[in-house]
Nanobody, 120 residues
C-alpha cells in the first residue's frame, strides 16, 4: 500500500502565501508524476500543477504565482503558493503515480486533501 500525507493548508489573507507538502510512503518502487489538484465547492476537481522528470505544468490561473517542486530523496512534493486570491480557496489534493514493483504498471494514489481558505 501507498500513503500520501498532505500538510500546510490553512487560512490566509488575500495576497499571502502558503506552502503545501505531500509525503509518500509505503510500497514504493518508483514515484512517477506527482501533482496537486483542487476542488472548490460546487466545482469539479481540477489540475493545479504537476511535475515529472521532464518538467512542470501549471494551470493558467496559477502560472507565475504557484511553484511545484519535489525532493525525490524524501518522496515529497511541495507547492509554494504566493499572491493567493479568494478564488484559490479549495480543498487541495496530492496525486502521485506510483510503481510498486518491477514490471507493474503505475497506479494513481491520492492524499486525503487539505483545506486552503483565502479571505478577501
Amino acid at each position: 500500500q501507498v500513503q500520501l500525507v498532505e500538510s500546510g493548508g490553512g487560512l490566509v489573507q488575500a495576497g499571502g502565501s502558503l506552502r503545501l507538502s505531500c509525503a509518500a510512503s509505503g510500497s514504493i518502487f518508483r514515484l512517477n508524476a506527482m501533482g496537486w489538484y483542487r476542488q472548490a465547492p460546487g466545482k469539479q476537481r481540477e489540475l493545479v500543477a504537476a511535475i515529472t522528470s521532464g518538467g512542470t505544468n501549471y494551470a493558467d490561473s496559477v502560472k507565475g504565482r504557484f511553484t511545484i517542486s519535489r525532493d525525490n530523496a524524501k518522496n515529497t512534493v511541495y507547492m509554494q503558493m504566493n499572491s493567493l486570491k479568494s478564488e484559490d480557496t479549495a480543498v487541495y489534493y496530492c496525486n502521485a503515480g506510483v510503481t510498486t514493483a518491477w514490471g507493474r504498471p503505475s497506479r494513481d494514489y491520492w492524499g486525503q486533501g487539505t483545506q486552503v481558505t483565502v479571505s478577501s
